[in-house]
């Protein structure tokens, strides 16, 4: 079965240290690709997603990702990370040629210390 | 435009009780989805809404489980005879659908459920 795993449960890093959150998938078709942040007492909100084309995606606050199709990967990156960066963050997967639900991965609890 | 709202925002209830949560999808995205956000379980796929027909209804977890859609729009996601493992948030998200294909989920605030 697809699955999508993300290898850091809870990460703490301290104001201006960089971010990077793996995300791994099974599937070896085509996929879409995305991030999501649910923020505290907060909904579930699109950080940005991969669907074609350059392989290197830039979302908001500073956040990106890189696809690279041979590794199966789709890692979350951020430069300088903010106290208010700290939220749950989720990577997902849509198949191609699906009714287009998504397979999340278990999420990582990101924690900024000011 | 406003976003995915859905209701309760909570719900507590007793085991073997009916529930029945909604979801009011962007206005016009044809695509709606249903998810349970659990402890142990993560972010699970539910149903799946084209319209008002289900043609992906493989994640709900039991019989006691059904949900239906009305006019294209508000959807209602039933669990009967609760059981204590149904006690999860669970979300709504919605999208449009162009050439077959859907687009970005936008998600709901979702409805947390506790079963006493």
């Known amino acids: 079965a697809q699955s999508v795993s993300q290898h850091n449960h809870h990460v703490i890093l301290s104001e201006a240290a960089s971010l990077e959150l793996g995300c791994n998938y099974s599937y070896g078709g085509t996929v879409n690709l995305f991030w999501y942040v649910q923020y505290p007492g907060q909904h579930l909100q699109l950080l940005l997603k991969?669907?074609?084309?350059?392989?290197l995606v830039k979302g908001i606050k500073g956040f990106e990702a890189e696809f690279i199709k041979s590794k199966f990967s789709f890692n979350l990156r951020k430069p300088s990370v903010q106290w208010s960066d700290t939220a749950e963050y989720f990577c997902a997967v849509r198949l191609s040629g699906n009714t287009g639900k998504l397979i999340f991965g278990q999420g990582t609890t990101l924690q900024v210390k000011p | 435009g406003a976003g995915v709202s859905q209701s309760p925002s909570n719900k507590v209830t007793e085991k073997g009780k009916d529930v029945e949560l909604r979801c009011d999808p962007i206005?016009?995205?044809?695509?709606l989805y249903w998810y349970r956000q659990s402890l142990g379980q993560g972010l699970e796929f539910l149903i799946y809404f084209q319209g008002n027909s289900a043609p992906d209804k493989s994640g709900l977890p039991s019989d006691r489980f059904s949900a239906e859609r009305t006019g294209g729009s508000v959807s209602t996601l039933t669990i009967q005879r609760t059981q204590q493992e149904d006690s999860a948030v669970y979300l709504c998200?919605?999208?449009?659908?162009?050439?077959?294909?859907?687009?970005?989920?936008?998600f709901g605030p979702g409805t947390r459920l506790t079963v006493l």
């Open positions: 206005s016009g995205h044809t695509a």
């Open positions: 991969y669907f074609s084309g350059d392989p």
């Open positions: 998200a919605s999208s449009t659908r162009l050439a077959g294909v859907t687009d970005t989920q936008y």
